[in-house]
């Protein structure tokens, strides 16, 4: 319902108002129960102690009271107002708390006001939800004048339209941060609400409008800055008895902190019930704030059915065509002409990879990872959309996001961990397929990204918290000005793997091997970076060399000819300078001529460690097409003939 800030109010019901404009003041802090010891005679109510009565409300002092033994009485569709002068000297508090006990009338949601004219932080309405049922409404303000009624879902019961019981009504208005809390007997019911003006500093007056034809009661009545509910020693609104329970430091400011990363700040873990130490307060797989996005909660366990850490799928097995939703858990959105399939061509890893068109088409596959590991990597080729903009809005349960640009650069989001952040575009201009590579830690909420092999970003922040790796999502988007529109943009994904060890893990390749051959530690154990069919891991186990190509048997059918440059003699015949690799051909030759001769056009010659170094006439070279490549500590030579 809208709350527009003009010039009138509809007027039934009882509504509740704190902002400015003070006469007739007192000084806060303020307690006052209406008894007779405070001033007050039973019989009609006079103006006083910071209290005015305007003249369409009648205002009485009786005997029907909460707290003593007299409250007021207020019948009429007029306003009672208490207005404060300032704080007494030493008060340096922004917040101030307003909390006193009231009957009040509840009328329809229709006449709730829906304009106002005077400068206000905080609103509250109750509405009749059924005749003997009720609701409080409280106002979200824009700040500018306005907001919106919003519903509680703290609902009272009524005794002919009116609250059977006293209700505690307590506000904490935080004016240093524009914000404010509404609790209804010592439960928090709504939180950080806007003020409906932000002009509403410090505070100064109180307004309660009654009901045209029932009366209102209202007793005891406490303004000022401590907390009137409970120990508070942050002035945060959290209670130090729950701080301690979850052992937090009462001490210290951390109402919005979140300890577990779950994305529930720890003020709403105190409304919900839930644990600012425990990510997942059911322990069924998902985390708070997922199970809240997905509108389940996170107080009882659901029967879910999420995937397992480690995890490895390349489409290998899947039959080539449309992709089904649900298969091996995957969950896949798009629309009816739209299509997710699985296709045999141009794959970057085996023979299947996973192709997605269609606008908004999306794939998705959720996991729990039982141990709840610090680190997580994930490694998978990826086929990206060009896109000229940023995703406009990223889910509140995606800690790491990236896109790509239309001249093929990824962009990726370096977050503040509230959907916020810078993004980053890399340096190269990538191909179509580019195998990525991201360590996701969950302890520091950071990211970093390897593309192809090579480092291109580390220690971005997340987009948002997430406590613990739980899921895995690519989504095709639309194409944007900047691509080729001459054919159908599509995006695939292919061999995605997911582990708890490093990709880059120094006890399978050690530092000191990944540096002399690749000068650089960021090495898959399960690369190949020579293109001969042998892994690296291989390679370190069978004492290969990783940049050369010495496996004929994988490379195309090439014959690979050693050639000892120091005799040529028969000695190796049969055995090869590379362990676990048979010689191709008669023997080592003696000379790189002789290889040629012997191996045709199309070879690669190893050159044998020997007296060095190697000289070889380039006429050698004629008409052939080579790979020259030394073994050990052999030097080449190239002389004019």
Same mark, same amino acid.
């Given at each position: 319902?809208?709350?527009?800030?003009?010039?009138?109010?509809?007027?039934?019901?009882?509504?509740?108002?704190?902002?400015?404009?003070?006469?007739?003041?007192?000084?806060?802090?303020?307690?006052?129960?209406?008894?007779?010891?405070?001033?007050?005679?039973?019989?009609?109510?006079?103006?006083?102690?910071?209290?005015?009565?305007?003249?369409?409300?009648?205002?009485?002092?009786?005997?029907?009271?909460?707290?003593?033994?007299?409250?007021?009485?207020?019948?009429?569709?007029?306003?009672?107002?208490?207005?404060?002068?300032?704080?007494?000297?030493?008060?340096?508090?922004?917040?101030?708390?307003?909390?006193?006990?009231?009957?009040?009338?509840?009328?329809?949601?229709?006449?709730?006001?829906?304009?106002?004219?005077?400068?206000?932080?905080?609103?509250?309405?109750?509405?009749?939800?059924?005749?003997?049922?009720?609701?409080?409404?409280?106002?979200?303000?824009?700040?500018?004048?306005?907001?919106?009624?919003?519903?509680?879902?703290?609902?009272?019961?009524?005794?002919?339209?009116?609250?059977?019981?006293?209700?505690?009504?307590?506000?904490?208005?935080?004016?240093?941060?524009?914000?404010?809390?509404?609790?209804?007997?010592?439960?928090?019911?709504?939180?950080?609400?806007?003020?409906?003006?932000?002009?509403?500093?410090?505070?100064?007056?109180?307004?309660?409008?009654?009901?045209?034809?029932?009366?209102?009661?209202?007793?005891?009545?406490?303004?000022?800055?401590?907390?009137?509910?409970?120990?508070?020693?942050?002035?945060?609104?959290?209670?130090?008895?729950?701080?301690?329970?979850?052992?937090?430091?009462?001490?210290?400011?951390?109402?919005?902190?979140?300890?577990?990363?779950?994305?529930?700040?720890?003020?709403?873990?105190?409304?919900?019930?839930?644990?600012?130490?425990?990510?997942?307060?059911?322990?069924?797989?998902?985390?708070?704030?997922?199970?809240?996005?997905?509108?389940?909660?996170?107080?009882?366990?659901?029967?879910?059915?999420?995937?397992?850490?480690?995890?490895?799928?390349?489409?290998?097995?899947?039959?080539?065509?449309?992709?089904?939703?649900?298969?091996?858990?995957?969950?896949?959105?798009?629309?009816?002409?739209?299509?997710?399939?699985?296709?045999?061509?141009?794959?970057?890893?085996?023979?299947?990879?996973?192709?997605?068109?269609?606008?908004?088409?999306?794939?998705?596959?959720?996991?729990?990872?039982?141990?709840?590991?610090?680190?997580?990597?994930?490694?998978?080729?990826?086929?990206?959309?060009?896109?000229?903009?940023?995703?406009?809005?990223?889910?509140?349960?995606?800690?790491?996001?990236?896109?790509?640009?239309?001249?093929?650069?990824?962009?990726?989001?370096?977050?503040?961990?509230?959907?916020?952040?810078?993004?980053?575009?890399?340096?190269?201009?990538?191909?179509?397929?580019?195998?990525?590579?991201?360590?996701?830690?969950?302890?520091?909420?950071?990211?970093?990204?390897?593309?192809?092999?090579?480092?291109?970003?580390?220690?971005?922040?997340?987009?948002?918290?997430?406590?613990?790796?739980?899921?895995?999502?690519?989504?095709?988007?639309?194409?944007?000005?900047?691509?080729?529109?001459?054919?159908?943009?599509?995006?695939?994904?292919?061999?995605?793997?997911?582990?708890?060890?490093?990709?880059?893990?120094? =006890? %399978?390749?050690?530092?000191?091997?990944?540096?002399?051959?690749?000068?650089?530690? #960021? *090495? +898959?154990? @399960?690369?190949?970076? /020579?293109?001969?069919?042998?892994?690296?891991?291989?390679?370190?186990?069978?004492?290969?060399?990783? =940049? %050369?190509?010495?496996?004929?048997?994988?490379?195309?059918?090439?014959?690979?000819? #050693? *050639? +000892?440059? @120091?005799?040529?003699? /028969?000695?190796?015949?049969?055995?090869?300078?590379?362990?676990?690799?048979?010689?191709?051909?008669?023997?080592?030759?003696?000379?790189?001529?002789?290889?040629?001769?012997?191996?045709?056009?199309?070879?690669?010659?190893?050159?044998?460690?020997?007296?060095?170094?190697?000289?070889?006439?380039?006429?050698?070279?004629?008409?052939?097409?080579?790979?020259?490549?030394?073994?050990?500590?052999?030097?080449?030579?190239?002389?004019?003939?």
């Amino acid at each position: 319902m809208a709350f527009m800030s003009l010039s009138r109010w509809v007027a039934s019901g009882v509504v509740l108002l704190l902002g400015a404009t003070a006469c007739a003041a007192v000084v806060l802090p303020l307690n006052n129960d209406f008894e007779a010891s405070d001033g007050y005679d039973l019989g009609p109510a006079a103006p006083g102690n910071g209290w005015a009565f305007s003249a369409s409300l009648s205002a009485m002092v009786v005997d029907h009271a909460f707290s003593g033994d007299q409250a007021l009485s207020l019948t009429g569709s007029g306003w009672l107002t208490f207005t404060a002068e300032g704080w007494a000297p030493g008060f340096g508090s922004s917040v101030t708390w307003i909390d006193f006990y009231l009957k009040p009338v509840f009328a329809d949601s229709t006449a709730l006001p829906s304009e106002v004219n005077s400068a206000l932080a905080a609103v509250t309405g109750f509405v009749k939800k059924t005749g003997s049922i009720g609701e409080v409404y409280a106002v979200d303000g824009d700040g500018v004048g306005g907001g919106d009624w919003t519903a509680s879902g703290y609902t009272i019961s009524l005794l002919d339209e009116r609250a059977a019981g006293w209700l505690r009504i307590s506000y904490r208005i935080d004016y240093g941060n524009k914000r404010w809390d509404l609790f209804v007997d010592g439960n928090l019911i709504l939180a950080d609400l806007g003020f409906a003006d932000n002009e509403a500093s410090p505070f100064a007056q109180f307004r309660l409008r009654g009901d045209a034809e029932k009366a209102t009661f209202l007793d005891y009545f406490y303004a000022g800055a401590e907390n009137p509910l409970y120990a508070d020693t942050s002035g945060t609104g959290l209670p130090d008895s729950w701080l301690l329970a979850h052992g937090l430091n009462p001490s210290t400011a951390q109402r919005h902190g979140d300890p577990d990363h779950d994305g529930v700040d720890n003020l709403t873990e105190f409304m919900l019930g839930l644990s600012p130490n425990s990510p997942d307060s059911d322990n069924d797989g998902v985390f708070d704030r997922r199970e809240l996005l997905w509108g389940t909660n996170p107080k009882v366990a659901n029967p879910y059915i999420l995937g397992g850490v480690p995890f490895f799928d390349s489409f290998e097995d899947d039959a080539v065509g449309l992709f089904e939703n649900g298969a091996r858990l995957w969950q896949v959105q798009k629309n009816l002409a739209d299509t997710v399939t699985v296709s045999s061509s141009g794959a970057p890893a085996g023979s299947h990879a996973l192709i997605l068109s269609g606008t908004g088409t999306a794939v998705q596959r959720n996991f729990v990872d039982a141990s709840h590991s610090a680190e997580i990597w994930l490694d998978f080729y990826v086929k990206t959309a060009p896109s000229s903009n940023p995703p406009q809005a990223i889910p509140q349960d995606v800690a790491a996001v990236f896109y790509t640009t239309a001249n093929g650069k990824i962009v990726v989001l370096d977050g503040v961990g509230n959907g916020g952040g810078e993004w980053r575009q890399l340096g190269a201009v990538l191909p179509t397929w580019n195998r990525l590579v991201l360590r996701m830690n969950y302890s520091s909420q950071r990211w970093g990204i390897w593309v192809n092999g090579v480092p291109y970003a580390d220690n971005l922040g997340f987009a948002h918290p997430v406590p613990y790796f739980s899921g895995f999502g690519m989504q095709h988007g639309t194409l944007q000005s900047g691509a080729s529109a001459n054919a159908p943009v599509t995006s695939g994904l292919d061999a995605l793997r997911v582990q708890t060890t490093s990709i880059w893990d120094s =006890t %399978i390749l050690p530092d000191s091997w990944r540096l002399r051959h690749f000068g650089t530690l #960021y *090495v +898959d154990p @399960a690369g190949d970076y /020579d293109t001969d069919g042998i892994n690296n891991l291989v390679e370190y186990q069978q004492g290969r060399i990783p =940049t %050369i190509v010495d496996n004929p048997a994988a490379a195309g059918g090439v014959a690979v000819w #050693y *050639v +000892d440059s @120091a005799s040529g003699s /028969d000695a190796y015949s049969g055995n090869s300078f590379v362990p676990n690799v048979p010689v191709v051909g008669d023997g080592p030759k003696a000379s790189l001529g002789a290889a040629l001769l012997s191996a045709g056009s199309n070879a690669r010659i190893i050159i044998s460690a020997g007296a060095g170094p190697y000289v070889q006439n380039p006429s050698d070279f004629a008409g052939t097409n080579v790979v020259l490549r030394p073994y050990g500590a052999v030097h080449i030579k190239i002389v004019s003939p």
